[in-house]
Antibody, heavy 121, light 106 residues
Framework: EVQLVESGGGLVQPGGSLRLSCAAS????????MDWVRQAPGKGLEWVGR??????????EYAASVKGRFTISRDDSKNSLYLQMNSLKAEDTAVYYC????????????WGQGTLVTVSS | SYELTQPPSVSVSPGQTASITCSGD??????ACWYQQKPGQSPVVVIY???KRPSGIPERFSGSNSGNTATLTISGTQAMDEADYYC?????????FGGGTKLTVL
């Protein structure tokens, strides 16, 4: 059974940092593109960024809203995906999902349950 | 910047056909996906590559994409289909989601 389990969410002050993790199981993690998607309370889905697979040199892409502040990384030996978030703002408050794709053109065929990040003083 | 536009809400009677649109410049030149999200749950893909259905998704879900509009069609809509639906497409180097459509079955 495919599973994605996020962790690391919580309350952080504006300007602070947080690192999210996503543990994957039930599929060949190294073959997959991995993405982070967030959803502010009561709002729609917003793509955060992606890391490609080893065959595509683990290259990354980011949404303009987080570029320069967030960094996506992965450790295929641990079947894990990470999201390092720095210089957090109130508008970064959201549930953060990790999602997997076997193909560059999608779809996101599996999603985690999400982890809530709250940025507030 | 590229945008995907969806109607905020669509209503349908049980057993009828619901159509949810997603508009974007030359969207037909890209692959579109559709996700269903029920309250308190993670999204689930219901259509990918414009019109393909993942295993386990009922046949009543179908999709099309041409010109500037992708459409998700639910035939014989059931109460269990009440949810938020999001379209998605890849543009240059980033993924885009539409703003979402709340489907109400009444």
């Amino acid at each position: 059974e495919v599973q994605l389990v996020e962790s690391g969410g919580g309350l952080v002050q504006p300007g602070g940092s947080l690192r999210l993790s996503c543990a994957a199981s039930g599929f060949t993690f190294s073959d997959h593109y991995m993405d982070w998607v967030r959803q502010a309370p009561g709002k729609g889905l917003e793509w955060v960024g992606r890391t490609r697979n080893k065959a595509n040199s683990y290259t990354t892409e980011y949404a303009a809203s987080v570029k320069g502040r967030f960094t996506i990384s992965r450790d295929d030996s641990k079947n894990s995906l990470y999201l390092q978030m720095n210089s957090l703002k109130a508008e970064d408050t959201a549930v953060y999902y990790c999602a997997s794709s076997l193909y560059a053109s999608g779809p996101f065929d599996s999603w985690g349950q999400g982890t809530l990040v709250t940025v507030s003083s | 910047s590229y945008e995907l536009t969806q109607p905020p809400s669509v209503s349908v009677s049980p057993g009828q056909t619901a159509s949810i649109t997603c508009s974007g410049d030359k969207l037909g030149d890209k692959y579109a996906c559709w996700y269903q999200q029920k309250p308190g749950q993670s999204p689930v893909v219901v259509i990918y590559q414009d019109s393909k259905r993942p295993s386990g998704i009922p046949e009543r879900f179908s999709g099309s994409n041409s010109g500037n509009t992708a459409t998700l069609t639910i035939s014989g809509t059931q109460a269990m289909d009440e949810a938020d639906y999001y379209c998605q497409a890849w543009d240059s180097s980033y993924w885009l989601f539409g703003g979402g459509t709340k489907l109400t079955v009444l």
